[in-house]
Nanobody, 119 residues
């Protein structure tokens, strides 16, 4: 299985911005959709955002208007631009290809990238 690589996290003050990246080799050629999830401590992973292979997007209500998901297909990379960050956005962020059967089985969870929003 392929492990996506998430990056771009860090410590930011409330109101600040970060851009997360997720590189998942083959997700473009496999026509996968992409989800971003976040996890606080050892809790469950909660869905945050979705990008379809056709370019459709969807967001968790609490991040709508603040987060934007996009992609660079030539790089097999998906981005999550996070603006107006709040302390409650603090979590480890993960990406995961979904969709066609190959997208469900070819990838495993990556190590995530930690986002900490604090003054």
């Amino acid at each position: 299985q392929v492990q996506p690589v998430e990056s771009g996290g860090g410590l930011v003050q409330p109101g600040g911005s970060l851009r997360l990246s997720c590189t998942a080799p083959g997700f473009t050629s496999n026509n996968c959709n992409m989800n971003w999830f976040r996890q606080i401590g050892g809790g469950r992973r909660d869905w945050v955002s979705w990008l379809s292979s056709d370019g459709d997007t969807n967001y968790l209500d609490s991040v709508k208007g603040r987060f934007t998901i996009s992609r660079a297909p030539e790089k097999d990379t998906v981005y999550l631009q996070m603006n107006s960050l709040k302390p409650e956005d603090t979590a480890t962020y993960f990406c995961r290809p979904v969709g066609a059967p190959v997208c469900q089985t070819a990838y495993r969870w990556g190590q995530g990238t930690q986002v900490t929003v604090s003054s």
